[in-house]
Protein backbone atom coordinates (compact mmCIF):
# COMPACT_ATOMS: atom_id res chain seq x y z
CA UNK A 1 0.00 0.00 0.00
CA UNK A 2 2.73 2.28 -0.50
CA UNK A 3 1.23 3.74 -3.28
CA UNK A 4 -1.00 4.91 -1.46
CA UNK A 5 0.56 6.81 1.48
CA UNK A 6 2.34 8.68 -1.48
CA UNK A 7 -1.03 10.21 -3.04
CA UNK A 8 -3.21 12.40 -1.30
CA UNK A 9 -6.11 11.33 0.73
CA UNK A 10 -8.48 13.16 -1.61
CA UNK A 11 -6.80 10.92 -4.36
CA UNK A 12 -7.84 7.60 -2.40
CA UNK A 13 -10.92 5.84 -2.84
CA UNK A 14 -12.02 3.89 0.14
CA UNK A 15 -14.64 1.24 0.15
CA UNK A 16 -17.16 0.11 2.24
CA UNK A 17 -16.93 -2.92 4.49
CA UNK A 18 -20.12 -4.24 1.71
CA UNK A 19 -18.02 -3.33 -1.03
CA UNK A 20 -15.08 -5.15 0.05
CA UNK A 21 -16.78 -8.38 0.59
CA UNK A 22 -18.13 -7.63 -2.94
CA UNK A 23 -15.26 -7.26 -4.71
CA UNK A 24 -13.14 -10.50 -2.37
CA UNK A 25 -16.44 -12.50 -3.03
CA UNK A 26 -16.93 -12.84 0.88
CA UNK A 27 -19.33 -12.23 3.29
CA UNK A 28 -18.81 -9.20 5.28
CA UNK A 29 -18.10 -11.00 8.56
CA UNK A 30 -14.99 -12.32 6.90
CA UNK A 31 -14.22 -8.43 6.28
CA UNK A 32 -14.29 -7.63 9.62
CA UNK A 33 -12.08 -10.69 10.85
CA UNK A 34 -9.60 -9.48 8.04
CA UNK A 35 -9.31 -5.56 9.44
CA UNK A 36 -9.50 -6.74 12.55
CA UNK A 37 -6.35 -9.09 12.23
CA UNK A 38 -4.56 -6.16 10.91
CA UNK A 39 -4.29 -8.48 7.33
CA UNK A 40 -6.64 -5.48 5.52
CA UNK A 41 -5.46 -1.79 6.60
CA UNK A 42 -8.68 -0.02 7.10
CA UNK A 43 -9.60 3.88 8.95
CA UNK A 44 -12.92 4.14 11.06
CA UNK A 45 -15.29 6.60 10.25
CA UNK A 46 -17.88 6.98 13.41
CA UNK A 47 -19.05 3.20 13.67
CA UNK A 48 -17.75 1.84 10.36
CA UNK A 49 -14.83 1.42 8.39
CA UNK A 50 -13.35 2.08 5.26
CA UNK A 51 -10.89 0.24 3.09
CA UNK A 52 -8.52 1.70 0.79
CA UNK A 53 -9.82 0.16 -2.87
CA UNK A 54 -5.80 -0.11 -3.48
CA UNK A 55 -5.08 -2.06 -0.28
CA UNK A 56 -8.11 -4.72 -1.49
CA UNK A 57 -6.11 -5.41 -4.55
CA UNK A 58 -2.88 -5.53 -3.20
CA UNK A 59 -4.41 -8.22 -0.52
CA UNK A 60 -5.41 -10.09 -3.52
CA UNK A 61 -2.60 -10.13 -5.01
CA UNK A 62 -0.53 -11.49 -2.39
CA UNK A 63 -2.97 -14.21 -1.49
CA UNK A 64 -3.03 -15.05 -4.72
CA UNK A 65 -2.08 -19.09 -4.86
CA UNK A 66 -0.44 -20.53 -8.33
CA UNK A 67 -1.37 -23.51 -9.40
CA UNK A 68 2.08 -26.07 -9.82
CA UNK A 69 2.28 -28.76 -12.51
CA UNK A 70 3.57 -32.22 -11.23
Do not use: C, W
Not at 1 to 22: G, Q
Not at 43 to 69: C, D, K, M, N, T
Amino acid sequence: MAADSERPLNEVRFLTVAEVASVMRVSKMTVYRLVHSGHLPAIRVGRSFRVPEQAVHAYLRESFVGVESA
